[in-house]
Structure formats: structure tokens, C-alpha cells
T-cell receptor, first 114, second 112 residues
Framework: KAGVTQTPRYLIKTRGQQVTLSCSPI?????VSWYQQTPGQGLQFLFE???????NKGNFPGRFSGRQFSNSRSEMNVSTLELGDSALYLC?????????????FGSGTRLTVV | GNSVTQMEGPVTLSEEAFLTINCTYT??????LFWYVQYPGEGLQLLLK?????DKGSNKGFEATYRKETTSFHLEKGSVQVSDSAVYFC???????????FGSGTRLQVQP
């Protein structure tokens, strides 16, 4: 069965612009989580969506937002980009019923802000 | 809050050597514990997991035992291969927040 698909794989944006990243979870998975990975801060949780509702949120500014559609696909948006937003953004999906089943990650979107 | 502490890397080993990567955690309740692996340029792959005390997770020759008394989940492999070179992340889920808390990662380099 298909894994978690993230698009695009690479993105270069200019400071001040906004960006939208996309994530398609494993078929049947209703929970989608987003993480930011940087060399300095490691892996940090952004937010989780379940059945089109944001269920949990990490400690990121309001410039970071997301949504989930009825087919469980999710998008993440970052507005007014800063140089520090350069990172690998990872999406993970889970059935949403049992967190201890583990999460399946996509290959990520590498965002570079110049 | 929850936290995961991993040993600093990089860990450099010769092929067929024994591997241990230490992981300890702090969490309320009874978290589930995971090891993920990340190869260059890729996302995270679930390597193994354990959901309760004394559970042993295993996969591809890797093993880790959930030790509640020492709040640890150390990763071991009896004989590493060059293809095991990657970054390994220990993580926990308390099941309530719907999110994983990760350690800082340990880079493993296996030399032929």
C-alpha cells in the first residue's frame, strides 16, 4: 500500500513570502502530524489533525498553520517566511485510534528560505 | 513535560561490531517507546517499538527493551553492517497528545 506522500520535495522561497506544503497520508489513516527538523533544534512537533480538526499543537508561532481535508490529506502553510524557517518538514500519519501503533513518516519537504 | 535523552554521536564502529545506543526518557504515565532511523536525504522509518514495561521490540537484528524501572529503551544490535549507517532517533508517545517527543538523534557510522 502506498506510503505517506509529501510534495514538493524541495522548495526555495524568499523571506517574507508564504509557502504551502502538502501531505497525503496512508489510505485509511485519519491522523496527520507535522514536524520541523533542523540541525539546531532537532525534531519538533508542529501540530496534529484528526478528522479535519486540529487536535494538538506545538509551540510554534501563528505564522505556522495547517488544515486537513475530508479525504485526510493535509496542508501546512507558513506565512511571512523567515530565514530560520529553513528546515526539513516531515509529515506523519497514523490511524488516529491508537498512538502507540506508531507513525509512518513521509520523505519530507526541504524548505530553503533565502 | 515529556523528554527523551540520547547519547551523543557520532558513534563509529567497524563492521560486525556490537552496537548500543542509550536512550532514557521522562514522561508521565506509561508511554509507548519507539526507535526511528533516518537515512541521508530521507524521512524517518519506524525501526521498532514497545508499548509496555518489559516489552522487547525487535526488527532487522535490532532490539530494545522497555525498562520502566530505569526509564530506558537502549537500542542494541549484535553485528552492525555498513548499511546500518544512519541517524537513529529514540521517541516516545504518551498517547494523549497525539505527538511524538524525539531525542536529539545519534549518528552511526559503520566502517568496512
Amino acid at each position: 500500500k502506498a506510503g505517506v506522500t509529501q510534495t514538493p520535495r524541495y522548495l526555495i522561497k524568499t523571506r517574507g513570502q508564504q509557502v504551502t506544503l502538502s501531505c497525503s497520508p496512508i489510505s485509511g489513516h485519519r491522523s496527520v502530524s507535522w514536524y520541523q527538523q533542523t540541525p539546531g533544534q532537532g525534531l519538533q512537533f508542529l501540530f496534529e489533525y484528526f478528522s479535519e480538526t486540529q487536535r494538538n499543537k506545538g509551540n510554534f508561532p501563528g505564522r505556522f498553520s495547517g488544515r486537513q481535508f475530508s479525504n485526510s490529506r493535509s496542508e501546512m502553510n507558513v506565512s511571512t517566511l523567515e530565514l530560520g524557517d529553513s528546515a526539513l518538514y516531515l509529515c506523519a500519519s497514523n490511524s488516529g485510534v491508537q498512538a502507540n501503533y506508531g507513525y509512518t513518516f513521509g520523505s519530507g519537504t526541504r524548505l530553503t528560505v533565502v | 513535560g515529556n523528554s527523551v535523552t540520547q547519547m551523543e554521536g557520532p558513534v563509529t564502529l567497524s563492521e560486525e561490531a556490537f552496537l548500543t545506543i542509550n536512550c532514557t526518557y521522562t514522561a508521565t504515565g506509561y508511554p509507548s517507546l519507539f526507535w526511528y532511523v533516518q537515512y541521508p536525504g530521507e524521512g524517518l522509518q519506524l525501526l521498532l517499538k514497545a508499548t509496555k514495561a518489559d516489552d522487547k521490540g525487535s526488527n532487522k537484528g535490532f532490539e530494545a527493551t522497555y525498562r520502566k524501572e530505569t526509564t530506558s529503551f537502549h537500542l542494541e544490535k549484535g553485528s552492525v553492517q555498513v548499511s546500518d549507517s544512519a541517524v537513529y532517533f529514540c521517541a516516545l508517545s504518551d498517547g494523549k497528545r497525539g505527538a511524538l517527543t524525539f531525542g536529539s538523534g545519534t549518528r552511526l557510522q559503520v566502517q568496512p
